[in-house]
């Protein structure tokens, strides 16, 4: 009941509008017992009155070329369709009452998620397991996924999530023997949230992989690298330095990003577009790296990204208490759900809902090796003042580097 | 920004069902309580209470004279770029410091107004709303200025939406100009004209409000109509109905864009032949790798594009090699993508306030429900010649020659 207070009070959720009651953090650490070891590690966060059940699998992306991650992405078109014993329709069925599977690949994991009815927890950890070590990947679902790995659809994902399209060498075949690499048990970790005992659920868990060996790894040629192919406007992609983050941390950064680049009332909004006419788009946002998060600041501008260093240093050396409040308002709205907010891009949900609250509580771990704890978040927020939001911002505008995805004037006209 | 389709999907290679909602977001009642009132402007308010933590606020205003043409095609997009700036230009920053938010879109019909204000707080959405409705003040560097913008985001109009755009002007010529507008004819634009053209867009006449959320329906009510009967007021606004188009069938080739699409005319979004060719396009489409299909709900004849974004021309083997067995197996499935599509579009207040509003801004007797009744009623010959109007002869092709 504390862990409810606590996060309810903090996300401003009122009774009527949280379904959060109760939240007990069970870690499994399986690492005991031979049959035991393969099995992934797991979070149940029990909210006993959530109408439904939330599963989600993170697989870490360390390890994996840059090729082989494209390649997951066609794995992820394929992976939540069945599993050896399951059929497309008997999936949807069983997941019906929660939500459809799926699988989405973010800047270091992918994420299989699929949600559940009440009561149905058993059912919920068979097709998790079930889904991570025998998907069905029928040959033709492969070639599809192959086939229609899209350029992207827009310069802004393009810039974002890189080149899109797979090595010519790409096969079903390939894709098959990448599967058990990538979905490695003892990497990845399991996150489940909804009206449960937590006890019972970690051993079914455990139940379930009690029959489980580890196969063993087909042969993996590697990949001919694709060419990144260039972008229709000028764009400004500047990355920050590689960071480790606490909650508290990620509160402060959070703020920072909001105040640089997320919402209209941003200095990047404000000088790049309102005042200078520079562009049409541009944001700041926090996203995942290899060893830790980086802040990033996109503009899609035919100007160098000298000149928008320029224009946001004088922005920042002018930010005020309003520019502070605004930052800090927007954060909180945004993390919490009440709106719309680009400045996270992990994939996961607000914390109003069930999805987000249990991707938090599995991915933070996976991350951080730390237990997700919100109320940080929000310490983090309160706590930035304005003289040291705009000492940080100016230490990162001088740390920023250009990316290697940078278009800067390839197209005179913008 | 414009928004120019409301029901754009991409049929990834598992379209069998939509992503479904977490339960907790689902109101388990049949019909909510739901209340509509016409002015005798002919100003719309619609209120839905629905439980959550944010209200949705939705203002359109659809002026029928200040349709798109050749001399004033992307005057509603300026207009939309520079009322969202409100107006001492710092509305935005005051909204988001509560936890609210401000967006715009010109959509083809109509343009578009949204607030998302927390719970309790439905005076930040009037405040807002009489800022952005007021006069326009304008200098005439913001104009070069906005100008400039709408230019960047021109350019980075998406291959989808440029298809799309060919496709409606390849069908109903220059009646089907796309809400973006064009550059060349912004640049002349005039303080004057821009002046003059808010006013009358956003004269009480004009206006749908749709609020969604927790909200009091009587409070709310009687504070949108408040709101729309403090807007002037004058004669609604005619303008040419865009007409059935006379032409069977074409094709347009267009440079430096990636993907194809076909398109089929259809009448106003209450009409069956509009259900079962939507019905049909999402069928098909889920045949096609990397498939989309584009539709904007109208009273007047509109389009239903399907494409995919491939380099490879595949619709003329996908569409037109299907055998009539092939066809008809489909039709259960095309029933099925469309009453979910248009269920899910009913999930999220956001999504309510926005469908609503915008077939209420179109004829104060469109309802969602329509669309889900005609579903219902389609029968596979209903379903067959929708089929058949997006194959050859009689459909519409776009071909894009990029790579």
Known sequence: MTALIALAALWGASAETSPLQVARWTPVDSACGTQERAAPKAVFLSEPDAGWISAQLFVPLEGLSQEDRRALRCLAEVVAEGSRTISRPELLYLTSSGERPRATLEPDHLRLRLGVGKGELRTALRLMRELMTEARLEEASLLHAIEAAPPSREVWNEALQGSLAVSPDLTPRYLRALYPRAFDPAKAVLAVGGPFDAAEAQAIWRQEWSHWSPPRLPRLD????????GLEVGLVDLKGPEKRLTEVDLGRTLTLVTALGVGKGSAMHRALREARGWSYRQEALLTPSERGM???LLVATGRSSEEVRSALREAVAAWEEADLARAKGFARAGLSGVVPWGGLRFGGGALSSLEGRTFWAGYWPLKTGREWAPERVREGIDSVTLEALRAEAATLLDELESAPASRENSNPSS | MVFSFLWMVWMGA????P????????????EPLRLRTVLDSGAIVLVEPRPGSTISVQLFATDPSLAETPKTHGLRHLIEHLTLKGGAGDLDRRLETEGALLSGSTLRDTLRIGLIVPAGRLDLAWAALAEVTAPLEIEIETLARETEILGHELRQVDHEERLASAAWSLVYGSAGLDPLGSLSVIEKLTREQVREAQQR?????HLTIAIVGPVDLDKATAEARAFLESRPKGERGVGANR????????????????????????????????ASTLAAALALASELSDGFVIYTPSAQPGLVTLGHGSADPVLEKRLDGLSAVEVDRLFERGRALARAWTARQLQTSEGVAFLRGLLLSQDPAFRPEAMLQNLDAMRLSDFRAAVASFRAPRAFHVRGKGR
């Not at chain 2, 598992?14 to 069902?17: G, Y």
């Not at chain 2, 992503?19 to 049949?30: K, R």
């Not at chain 2, 867009?201 to 006449?205: G, H, P």
Request: glycine share 8%; hydrophobic share 35%.
């Open chain 1, 222 to 229: 590697r990949l001919k690298p694709v060419p990144a192919p």
């Open chain 1, 294 to 296: 980086r802040v990033r």
């Open chain 2, 14 to 17: 598992s379209p069998a069902l």
């Open chain 2, 19 to 30: 992503p479904q909602p977490a339960l907790e977001e689902w109101v388990c009642q049949a």
């Open chain 2, 201 to 205: 867009l956003f004269r009480q006449e």
């Open chain 2, 243 to 274: 007409g059935w188009p006379t032409k069977p069938g074409g094709l347009r080739e267009i440079e430096e864009v990636r993907g194809e699409a076909r398109s089929a005319p259809v009448p106003g979004f209450s009409d069956p032949k509009a």
